[in-house]
């Protein structure tokens, strides 16, 4: 009769899954990177945003989380337009 090695059968059997697995991670970054962007929403409608401002003079921090376009004018504090300090994460 044959003798069966387990422990190669495992080894086999592991590497199998393991060549799969990486295939499967690999088709799927290439497919998202073929995907098209969508598109921007009309005019006018509003966007999400993470950005954070702060106004120089009085310390007073401000995060916008939607605004009609993608990079928003700084808003005004204490008659001075604020600082960008760090998107949110």
Same mark, same amino acid.
């Given at each position: 009769? !044959? /003798?069966?090695?387990?422990?190669? #059968?495992?080894?086999? !059997?592991? /590497?199998?899954? @393991? !060549? !799969?697995? @990486?295939?499967? +991670? ?7 990177? =073929? =995907?098209? @962007?969508? /598109? ?5 409608? @509003? $966007?999400? %945003?993470? %950005? $954070? ?6 310390? +007073?921090?401000?995060?916008? =989380?939607? /605004? ?19 998107? #949110?994460?």
């Amino acid at each position: 009769m !044959f /003798a069966v090695d387990f422990a190669g #059968v495992i080894w086999i !059997f592991g /590497a199998v899954v @393991l !060549f !799969f697995f @990486l295939w499967r +991670v690999g088709v799927g970054m290439l497919r998202s990177m =073929t =995907t098209p @962007l969508p /598109a921007p929403p009309p005019e006018g409608e @509003l $966007r999400r %945003v993470n %950005v $954070r401002y702060r106004c120089s003079l009085c310390g +007073v921090e401000l995060r916008m =989380t939607m /605004a009609p376009e993608q990079d928003p004018v700084p808003p005004r504090h204490c008659m001075e337009d604020m600082d960008f300090v760090a998107p #949110v994460e």
